[in-house]
């Protein structure tokens, strides 16, 4: 790989790392928190290749130098480094979407909540009615908490529809750490209305189904009264 | 290095049969893992970079050798303890690991290094004091257990006199260059060498991910021995980055503690991704020996101090 090939390289890969965290495509693939660490990465990848361009090109007494140590260097670079041009292929052409029901369908249950993030989750159920919750905080109260706040409360949940072998259908949302490697899902069965197509973003409307989830080997369901298309929200996971 | 090709060759010609087998999602998916995995290690690759460019420039090599007790066998502990102060990824560690030994460090303090560093570092231990609320003894376990590898790999290194080889030195700029465009040169050569084997792991890595379901891993959770083995594997295989795996093995509930334990201290010790970085860096043979002996001692601490402290 010849110095300037190096030089593309380097240049494509930051450049991409920028558009994503620029577009709001980081979000398909990693946390909310590696937005900074991502662009900055974009930029001093964008300025590496930039600063080698300038000094080669203003010192030409270090270029007619450094020429057998470019031929070394290039003797060097290990072939693996042209993989290196697949990731900015695959975001630009394949431009893969945020996790959905295929993952989901196989990924493993979240773990159990920190006790901090239980008393935030658990804390006393606003006035509204319905009540907006989130998929995982619904999943929570109803498992961890044996769903005392939850008889006679109307609910909202949005999520992705994802199925099962037994013909159940879901309102899904997956969690993720630090990237999408590590995702983990949270799902509620949803009952009383006939199932919209895999993947597809709903609004489900209805109340929970007393003492479901409460046992082990159970699942939380709720009872919809209503089911609506919704988009995706801006970041997929919760 | 042709072995890594081969895998290359063979996983895209794979690819290939596996597109008209495989359903759509299940290609997708592999291509969002993928990019997560590259998008997610690449600030991390390149702040390691940055750190051992830091280390090649700064550091003079009788700095290093004030800083580091001359008695290799003192130095490697001393190189554990120095993990805790490097809050990083793995990927991050091996390009700092390989810019040690260039300034005279003994190898085997450097791999102490490499080991400890993503292993014993505070985000890491918080991670995992989140991930299991209320068992302070898991955190305990797992330092101890991951500075016990690094340790014991470094003396055992030391014992069986490895020599490890650079492969990659850098184009040495004897003169007419400053100080600024030796550091940025080291930092392109540095990332220019080890990010292809990055993305070669993450490839690998999100197929696991992909098209191995989990309920096959946790099938064999009953059996003490194999769900040991399987963790360990599993840890190698699907190569998270060591600040999230503590979340993966809280949410493997059907695993003993000690295979979880096993399972956290593998993986930022050892697995696809680096291998395949630390085979691009020290080259195959380094590779093939380092590899298996990571793993053993890896394994082994973690059944031991499992089996005392969990």
């Known amino acids: 790989m010849t110095r300037a090939t190096q030089g593309v390289l380097l240049t494509l890969v930051g450049a991409v790392l920028i558009r994503i965290t620029v577009d709001d495509t980081y979000l398909r693939y990693v946390n909310t928190w590696m937005r900074w660490p991502v662009l900055l990465c974009g930029v001093v990848l964008v300025l590496l290749s930039v600063s080698d361009l300038v000094t080669s090109s203003r010192d030409p007494r270090s270029e007619s130098d450094g020429d057998e140590d470019r031929e070394d260097v290039a003797h060097r670079v290990p072939r693996a480094a042209w993989l290196l041009f697949l990731p900015p292929l695959v975001i630009f052409f394949v431009s893969p979407p945020a996790l959905g029901a295929f993952l989901a369908e196989r990924a493993t249950e ?129 | ?186 930092v392109r050569h540095d990332f220019v060498h080890a990010a292809g084997f990055l993305v070669l792991g993450a490839m690998l890595a999100a197929a696991v991910n992909t098209f191995v379901p989990r309920h096959v891993v946790d099938g064999v959770a009953g059996h003490v021995l194999l769900a040991i083995v399987t963790m360990a594997a599993f840890a190698f295989v699907v190569a998270l980055c060591s600040e999230a795996d503590a979340f993966v093995a809280a949410s493997l509930t059907a695993f003993s503690d000690t295979a979880t334990l096993v399972f956290m201290v593998v993986g930022p010790a050892m697995d696809i991704k680096l291998a395949s970085m630390e085979a691009g860096q020290f080259g195959r043979a380094f590779a093939l020996r380092f590899v298996p002996l990571v793993l053993t001692v890896a394994v082994g601490s973690g059944c031991a101090i499992g089996w005392w402290l969990l």
């Open chain 2, 1 to 186: 290095m042709w072995v890594v090709f081969g895998v290359v060759i063979v996983l895209l010609a794979c690819q290939r049969l596996l597109v008209s087998h495989v359903d759509h999602a299940a290609l997708s998916t592999w291509g969002t893992i993928f990019v997560a995995i590259v998008v997610q290690s690449t600030p991390f690759l390149v702040g390691g970079v940055l750190l051992a460019s830091v280390i090649a420039t700064v550091l003079s090599e009788r700095v290093v050798r004030r800083m580091i007790p001359s008695n290799p066998a003192l130095a490697v502990p001393v190189a554990g303890l120095a993990g805790i102060a490097l809050p990083g990824c793995e990927c991050a560690s091996v390009p700092v690991a390989s810019s040690l030994m260039s300034r005279g460090v003994a190898p085997a303090v450097a791999l102490t290094f490499l080991l400890a560093a993503p292993a014993v570092n505070p985000v890491v231990l918080v991670s995992t004091a989140v991930a299991f609320p209320g068992r302070p003894e898991v955190v305990l376990a797992r330092f101890v257990a991951s500075l016990l590898t690094s340790v014991l790999v470094g003396w055992l290194w030391l014992r069986l006199g490895g020599r490890v080889p650079l492969l990659n030195p850098r184009a040495a700029h004897a003169h007419g260059a400053g100080a600024t465009q030796r550091f940025l040169d080291n």
């Open chain 1, 110 to 238: 979240a773990p159990p909540p920190s006790s901090g993030q239980l008393d935030s989750m658990l804390a006393p159920l606003p006035d509204e009615d319905p009540v907006e919750m989130g998929v995982t905080e619904f999943f929570v109260r109803a498992v961890y908490d044996q769903g005392v706040s939850l008889p006679e409360r109307r609910v909202s949940l949005v999520g992705f529809v994802s199925l099962d072998e037994d013909g159940h259908w879901y309102v899904t949302r997956l969690g993720i750490n630090c990237c999408a490697a590590d995702a983990t899902v949270t799902r509620v069965v949803v009952r009383g209305a006939d199932a919209p197509p895999r993947d597809q973003w709903v609004r489900v409307t209805g109340t929970w189904v007393d003492g479901s989830g409460t046992e082990e080997d159970t699942a939380p369901a709720v009872d919809a009264e209503d089911v609506t298309t919704v988009e995706a929200p801006r970041y997929e996971y919760e």
